[in-house]
């Protein structure tokens, strides 16, 4: 098509142009997938999606970004759009590329990855999108939640995510530490983390987190279990623990394990 052809279809309401050099075949709101490959576009070959947008892309549990939370390489202005969040997309340090409209530009001299892709879209690893958005979170149990969330869903491991820290170098948070430790002791979830910190405080003994127990109706992983004590406790959240289905199934997991003298 002619710039002529794009400018008038533009001019005359039947398409937009929500980024520059960027154009929509319609007038109404975008989808997450059409921001998503908006940004792209917009960001270039050597950009891919970041952060809580990677996140999302892969499946994980993250809420878009929708406040000017101004992080460090982010350049010009943005703003999220009626219809959702923003996007959040990376390129290599040293293109110039400024934020704009719905689109927050990271820039960063760790290399994107080129051989992660959902369908079509260049994405971030799992790991490193978790890192990122945990450097830029600003509470404790946010930075918890995202690590147990890639860890739940098996979009990464333990390991990948040790691998990602140690490349922050400096950058690397006390909160982000501590939540890979977690993880590492087996605790995959943020009420897991908290039973942990509750226990410390009131000086009880570290428990084996994670820990299998063999029943005659199959093998449960116990949050917390003190062995010798034959004693356990867990941390269970409303996410997986409200509905009439997960009552039932848990009443037969308890019965199954205080059936074996825990």
């Known amino acids: 098509m002619t710039p ?22 319609h007038s109404g709101p975008l989808t997450r ?44 202005e943005y703003t999220a759009p009626e219809e959702g969040g923003l996007v959040e997309v990376t390129v290599p340090q ?12 990271h820039q960063s001299r760790r290399p994107v990855a080129e051989d992660f892709m959902v369908g079509p879209l260049k994405v971030c690893p799992p790991a490193r999108a978790a890192v990122d958005v945990a450097l830029t979170a600003d509470r404790r149990r ?10 739940q869903r098996g979009l990464c491991t333990v390991t990948d995510l040790e691998m990602e ?32 910190r509750a226990l410390l405080m009131a000086k009880v003994p570290e428990p084996e ?15 917390a279990y003190w062995r010798k ?13 409200l509905s009439a289905n997960d009552w039932s199934t848990d009443l037969t997991r308890q019965n199954a ?3 074996v003298g825990v």
């Open 165 to 196: 820290a140690a490349l922050l170098g400096r950058r690397l948070t006390s909160w982000l530490r501590q939540a890979i430790g977690d993880a590492r002791r087996g605790m995959r979830s943020v009420g897991e983390a908290d039973l942990r």
């Open 257 to 259: 394990i205080q059936g």
């Open 229 to 241: 004590a034959m004693v356990a406790a867990e941390a269970d959240g409303a996410m997986f623990h």
């Open 4 to 25: 002529y052809r794009l400018l008038n279809a533009v001019v005359s309401g039947r398409w937009q142009e929500p980024l520059p050099g960027v154009f929509v075949s």
């Open 94 to 105: 040293g293109h110039h590329l400024r934020s704009r409209n719905f689109v927050v530009v």
């Open 33 to 76: 997938q059409e921001r998503w490959h908006a940004a792209l576009h917009f960001a270039g070959p050597a950009a891919a999606l970041s952060h809580r947008s990677a996140l999302l892309a892969w499946g994980g549990r993250v809420e878009e970004l929708r406040v000017r939370r101004r992080a460090a390489g982010v350049r010009g």
């Open 209 to 223: 987190w994670g820990a299998a127990i063999d029943t005659p109706t199959g093998t449960y992983f116990l949050d």
């Open 142 to 151: 946010d930075v918890d939640h995202v690590v147990a969330d890639v860890l």
